[in-house]
């Protein structure tokens, strides 16, 4: 499986703009620039993407590991923080905080301890991250 986008940028780093296209079209000229970057800009970024990605393939990996142990989510919510910190002359990721809220029915607490840690470590975004990854959760039984 290959999923494609493309950024398309014009000008300089600082005053310049771009945009991103998803093939499957979620992103269609979504703009992007430093202002959407470094402030609080109209636009997306690539660490919102990123987090909204982690964020994603975590929760879904969770939802994989609960039905393999018998178990069905009512409802889990996952929010990834993706930080973005100075690096030399540039910048890197430092971190991505998954912070979980799930509500799952008849599971013990030391049980969905165990299935949400394999979730993080197995879900495809954590492997790609070359960054410090931790997850924070809380379990509200039905």
Not at 4 to 19: C, F, L, M, P, Y
Not at 28 to 33: A, E, I, N, R
Not at 62 to 74: E, I, S
Not at 92 to 104: G, I, M
């Amino acid at each position: 499986m290959i999923r494609k986008a493309t950024a398309v940028w014009s000008g300089s780093g600082k005053d310049g703009t771009g945009h991103l296209t998803s093939v499957s079209g979620v992103l269609s000229s979504t703009p992007y620039g430093f202002r959407s970057r470094f402030e609080n800009g109209a636009g997306t970024n690539p660490e919102e993407l990123i987090a909204a990605a982690h964020a994603g393939c975590f929760t879904m990996a969770l939802a994989f590991q609960l039905q393999g142990a018998g178990f069905t989510a009512d409802e889990l919510t996952t929010e990834a923080a993706v930080e973005l910190v100075p690096e030399g002359e540039g910048f890197k990721v430092s971190s991505s905080r998954l912070k979980l809220n799930a509500k799952v029915p008849g599971i013990d607490e030391t049980k969905f301890k165990e299935l949400a840690e394999k979730a993080e470590k197995g879900c495809p975004i954590s492997k790609v991250l070359n960054a410090e990854i931790t997850l924070d959760w809380s379990l509200n039984k039905a």
